[in-house]
């Protein structure tokens, strides 16, 4: 069972530099979640979409970019990569938000921005 | 301000004890309190999610509790394995509809020693 699957799951970025990090789910999940976990503290939500062709912002959006093509997939871009974005990067996803519905998450990308 | 607070920092245990973990909050309305755990360069994957009107749920030899009065949750392992050692995360959903942003704690770090 592959659950969700990220890729790449290390990189190091140059200052300026973009790239995109990849997430698909194989659940048929409505909604899908990017995150971010800096050392020592709690994940922040950056991005969500509650289906295809929806997204919205979460609490920490600036300097990145979704988009939700297809129910699987929920790319996160990073244009002009700055060192406050290196961090450990995680999408996860859920059939809905009810109380019953946990959130299944990614092994996570590993950024370092130099 | 939503805010999610886990005691101790962190734990060391001999295999084969007990352990408790804290977590309080201020999320209000609440609606469903979660424990992850999440392994050192993994993804958290779901231990247990209560609503408003349970106070104890167990998985295993994981056991939580809620006082949504006193705004508690703790987290307690029986019989602890090396497998354990981790990082343990409380997450709070308020109440809302559609979906509404999760409050994660920054985590309980867990180590089993034999």
């Known amino acids: ?114 | 301000k939503n805010q999610v607070e886990q005691s101790p920092q962190s734990l060391i245990i001999l295999e084969g004890k007990n352990c408790t973990l804290q977590c309080n909050y201020t999320v209000s309305p609440f609606s469903n309190l979660r424990w992850y755990k999440q392994d050192t360069g993994r993804g958290p994957v779901s231990l247990t999610i209560m609503t408003f009107s349970e106070n104890t749920k167990s998985n295993g030899r994981y056991t939580a509790t809620l006082d949504a009065d006193t705004k508690q949750s703790s987290l307690h392992i029986t019989a602890s394995q090396l497998s354990d050692s981790a990082s343990y995360i409380c997450v709070v959903s308020p109440e809302a509809t559609g979906y509404s942003t999760l409050t994660f704690g920054k985590g309980t770090m867990l180590l089993v020693s034999p």
């Open chain 1, 1 to 114: 069972n592959a659950g969700v699957t990220q890729t790449p799951k290390f990189r190091i970025l140059k200052i300026g530099q973009s790239m995109t990090l990849q997430c698909t789910q194989d659940m048929n999940h409505n909604y899908m979640y990017w995150y971010r976990q800096d050392p020592g503290m709690g994940l922040k939500l950056i991005y969500y979409s509650v289906g295809a062709g929806i997204t919205d912002k979460g609490e920490v959006p600036n300097g990145y970019n979704v988009s939700r093509s297809t129910t699987e997939d929920f790319p996160l871009r990073l244009e002009l990569a700055a060192p406050s974005q290196t961090s450990v990067y995680f999408c996860a996803s859920s059939y809905g938000t009810g109380s019953n519905q946990p959130q299944h998450f990614g092994d996570g990308t590993r950024l370092s921005i130099l």
